[in-house]
Every structure is written in C-alpha cells, then in structure tokens.
C-alpha cells in the first residue's frame, strides 16, 4: 500500500518503556513512510507530549512504569479535546 504525502506527515506517538521495542516500531512505521514519529517511555509522558503537540494516532504499550496503556486510554477517553476523536463504541 502507497502512503500519501499528507498521510506520511501525521504525527504518530509510539508509547512503549521499552527501547529497543520503540526502535522496531519506529523503524517499520519509516520503512512504510512514515516520517513524524514521536517517542514516549511511559503514559505520563504520553500525555505531556499530547498536550503539547497534535498527536494523529496512537500506538501503545501495554504494561508499562508510572501509567500503564489503559490507564492512558482512560485519561485521553476523559479529554474533551479527543472526545471526537474516539472510536463511538470508547465515547462515554
């Protein structure tokens, strides 16, 4: 499958404490086009980075230090800034 331009530009936030897994990730997404990758260890970061830039998709951990992966679902689920964003069956 082709990436558009515009799709390859959408930035992805890979959520994931291991390094090693984040860098496998990373370099598939590239090798499919993907060129805006943004990295975080744990969900705590994750929301800190998603305050401050907009994230297009997220790809996620999910046992992970300090906030684990639903956790972090359950933070972006309570964000009316994402409330539209959520798949209708995650709208509360």
Request: charged share 30%; with cysteine.
């Amino acid at each position: 499958m082709k990436i558009t331009a515009e799709i390859a530009k959408k930035n992805i936030l890979i959520v994931e404490d291991a390094i090693s897994m984040r860098h496998t990730i990373k370099a598939s997404l590239r090798k499919q086009g993907f060129n805006s990758l943004i990295e975080a260890g744990d969900g705590e970061h994750a929301l800190k980075l998603m305050k401050s830039k907009k994230i297009n998709l997220v790809i996620c951990d999910w046992m992970m230090p300090n906030m684990s992966g639903p956790e972090l679902f359950e933070h972006i689920q309570s964000d009316k800034k994402y409330k539209k964003c959520l798949h209708p069956a995650h709208r509360q």
